[in-house]
């Protein structure tokens, strides 16, 4: 008996040890955070391959027509903003696409195709920077313009609102088209596409094409227009394959000579650049970092894509991570990290990138590895930028700390004081952003009710985590709309 105890004493401390130091193990792996156990899915995003001009003969002669008509119109009416006798300089333009206000991307835009310099056609291509990022056709058609499609989710995006067109530069509105069709999906149709056109002081004219039906400025003709300034929601109105703008621009009435806005060796057209700040050629960046309650579907134009975009999980929850990307390069990477509220790394990796696409796609799943309540964080760094998306996670239970079931408040959203109902005393509140910054904290250890308002009113509008702790260790997160 006295053998048998002993080698089950034995066994207990063998097994102990044992787990003790898986445990040990699991501490290093978490603190530290390691490459994920799962490998990306994904790859590049296709966009419909452009086969034609985006306006048709017949439909650039009415354009022309009417942009004359227009501006000899406000000329006999004194209204005319262009003067030929004082006219400067050709203007230099900001980037004339912008993300609309609280959308949860960090650019909302890719490139697809520049003018074509090559006269001689078909599939003779030659863009301003000398490669072929441009199409022409059998019809011997160059392409006139700058294609910038919207991306991520680009049909969500138009049905959002979420990519906005603002004006390149300062000019007069001589000319406006809306009404038309806005989901083309192929170059079979001939409805005139909705656009806004702008003169600039100098003569020159800038085409904005392709826009969503009913979404132009509310200016009429002969209405100036600053730089910056709305215009309209990308769309995929007229000959198109998807929501983009064509940005198409010309030196004055005659449109006889196009402008190319880039400066490159060859370009044929301009010698100096239009831009404020020109662009590079390729551009890598990171689009979004988002967290998904399913991976995302790509529908058959034009289906909106289903986004699975959510930001609220329970820690027993499968979570998709979004990484969505432009300009991708062989032979860089991505930096990824999952970071816990205490700002722990549950994962960091490097991902790297063996093909080039003008747009990309990948996502990770990862599920029972969310030990913390609380305001995480999912990160990318690319080319020199971080991006970060908080997303929140409720549920978790660890042996000292459990969460405070009953805590609520109302109302929510808030304009300015929101009160905190809980059985349990709440002796501390910490407020952070969307970025993960920690906003506002406040404490109260010494009175008996604790915590039982806030008042917010000096908090800008916005989405916040608000974190409660109760005097048992408790935890608790809510999500909070701050509102005028």
């Known amino acids: 008996m006295l053998i048998k105890d002993d080698a089950l004493t034995n066994s207990h401390i063998i097994m102990k040890t044992t787990i003790t130091f898986l445990l040990l193990l699991i501490v290093i792996f978490v603190c530290h955070g390691q490459n994920p156990p799962v490998e990306a899915v994904g790859g590049e995003y296709i966009r419909n391959v452009d086969q034609t001009q985006c306006l048709t003969h017949e439909q650039r002669q009415e354009i022309f027509s009417e942009l004359n008509s227009n501006i000899l119109n406000l000329q006999q009416s004194n209204r005319l903003a262009f003067n030929e006798s004082a006219k400067g300089t050709h203007p230099f333009f900001e980037w004339p696409v912008q993300k609309a206000t609280n959308t949860p991307y960090n650019q909302v835009w890719a490139i697809s195709n520049y003018v074509d310099h090559n006269p001689s056609t078909p599939n003779q291509l030659t863009d301003y920077n000398c490669g072929t990022r441009s199409y022409d056709t059998n019809s011997g058609y160059n392409h006139q313009g700058l294609d910038v499609f919207s991306w991520p989710f680009s049909w969500f995006m138009m049905d959002n609102d979420e990519a906005e067109i603002v004006a390149a530069a300062p000019g007069q509105i001589i000319a406006k088209s809306d009404g038309n069709f806005d989901r083309s999906c192929d170059f079979s149709t001939t409805t005139p596409w909705n656009a806004v056109y702008v003169q600039h002081s100098d003569g020159s004219i800038a085409w904005y094409g392709h826009l969503k039906n009913g979404s132009l400025t509310t200016k009429n003709v ?21 929501p983009h703008l064509h940005f198409e621009v010309f030196t004055d009435n005659t449109y006889t000579q196009l402008v190319d806005p880039y400066s490159g060796t060859c370009n044929t057209m301009n010698t100096e650049t239009w831009w404020q700040n020109q662009k590079p050629y390729l551009n890598p960046a990171v689009n979004a970092v988002l967290t998904h309650s399913a991976p995302p579907v790509f529908n058959t134009c034009p289906t909106t894509e289903t986004t699975n975009r959510s930001d609220d999980f329970d820690t027993n929850d499968v979570i998709y991570f979004g990484l969505y990307l432009k300009d991708q390069a062989t032979g860089t990477s991505v930096n990824l990290k999952v970071i816990r509220p205490d700002n722990s790394e549950l994962y960091n990796w490097n991902f790297n990138l063996t093909a080039d696409y003008y747009a990309s796609w990948w996502y990770w799943n990862f599920s029972n590895v969310f030990d913390m309540n609380g305001a ?15 997303f929140n996670i409720t549920g978790a239970l660890s ?28 002796v501390e509140v910490s407020i952070v952003n969307t970025l993960g910054k920690n906003i506002l904290t406040l404490s109260d250890t010494t009175s008996g009710e604790g915590i039982r308002q806030m008042n917010l009113t000096e908090l800008a509008n916005g989405v916040y985590f608000v974190t409660f702790h109760g005097e048992q260790n408790q935890k608790s997160t809510i999500k909070l709309i701050k509102t005028n």
Do not use: R
Not at 228 to 242: N, P, R
């Open 222 to 242: 002969g209405d100036m227009v600053s730089v910056g300034e709305f215009l309209g929601v990308m769309g995929s109105s007229g000959i198109s394959t998807g």
């Open 399 to 426: 042996v000292d700390e459990y969460t405070l079931d009953d805590v609520t408040i109302y109302p929510n959203p808030v304009n300015d004081i929101v009160s905190i109902k809980s059985k349990a005393k709440i």
């Open 376 to 390: 995480w964080k999912w990160e990318a760094t690319y080319n020199g930028q971080t991006v970060t998306h908080v």
